[in-house]
């Protein structure tokens, strides 16, 4: 396989797998007043942007990690909305 093709593996598992500590730490501690309900949804937002995107592109490697990063994302704002 060609080098582009694992730099963008390695790409979506970064970006991917970026909010989970702070998913996780949200949930354990039961506090969310340090994130910020306009980061949020910009992220979600480039998040189906960029999964409209790759399947445009038939790239499904990137559609795949963004539609978990959006997941990941409303599992935030659902924290948001339940800890405030």
């Known amino acids: 396989m060609k080098i582009t093709f ?8 970064c970006s991917t797998t970026a909010s989970i500590p702070q998913l996780w730490k949200s949930y354990k501690d039961r ?6 309900m306009f980061t949020l949804c910009i ?4 998040c189906i942007s960029w999964c409209v ?3 445009l592109l038939k790239e ?4 795949t ?9 409303c599992l935030l704002l659902i924290a948001k909305h339940k800890y405030n």
């Open 60 to 63: 499904y490697t990137l559609a």
């Open 43 to 46: 992220r979600m937002l480039g």
């Open 53 to 55: 995107y790759a399947i």
């Open 31 to 36: 506090a969310t007043k340090d994130l910020h």
């Open 6 to 13: 694992w730099i963008g593996v390695v790409a979506a598992i």
């Open 65 to 73: 990690s963004s539609a978990i990063a959006f997941v990941i994302e």
